[in-house]
């Protein structure tokens, strides 16, 4: 099946839900095509380059789905790349080329319990995981965030505990969803696992809920959502080749 065309969207507002965490929502014509209940899939945001050169293309989660409009969360850090300028600088009227929505990567729901981890980049996709899961759900969340004022009011079932972990530099995060998970008391039963993060702390806990935990694949998804020093598109093919090499492992 052909890829979509990428379509022309507006921007209608940009506000900041924390100190490093811009909510661009972008809405428009091109919503009246946009396909309902897509909240945790990606799009791909194509960022226009001078001199005719090809449009920077970056991915991000649809983290609220609104009739008419979608909101789109960018991590701001103190050296801002091209998308975190551009939402920097976004203004209502502004517009932007999105390609998709792709494929929702939800946590599967037929288990005894739940964890969900990740940095700020995936905490779009967590939140909405958060939503989605039952009322009867027990788990854990954890989260890691640049400072105490990046920590959300995030709704979730009563039995899921939600911890943050401030790490305010890369290198105080290279292990600490790992460092914290293996803290954790865990629940009897199945564990559903869902996971995204920077690379090398992505390998860090595949094999580590592999071996540890045993979780099936039907029950675990883990993934990275960039790669310190890489641009999206080395990081691309960095992660092809790691999922080539540990589906043979």
Sequence with gaps: MPKPTPKEFEVIRSVYVTPHMLRVTLGGEAMLAFPPEQESA???LLFPQPEGARPLMRTYTIRHQRDNEIDVD???????GPASAWA????PGDRILVGGPGARKLINPDADWFLL???????PAISVNLDLLPESARGYAVITVVDESDI??????????IHWIVCPTEEEGESALLEHIETLSCPSGQPSVWAACEFS????????FRQQWAVPNSHRYVSSYWKKGLSEDQHKQVKRQDAEVSEVS
Aim: net charge negative; no cysteine.
């Design 42 to 44: 990606y799009v791909k």
């Design 117 to 123: 981890a990740g940095d700020m980049t995936a905490l």
């Design 152 to 161: 959300q009011v995030l709704p979730h079932p009563q039995g899921v505990d």
């Design 74 to 80: 960018f991590v701001i850090h103190e050296h801002a």
């Design 88 to 91: 920097r600088a976004a203004q």
């Design 201 to 208: 702390e992505m390998q860090q806990l595949r094999q580590y």
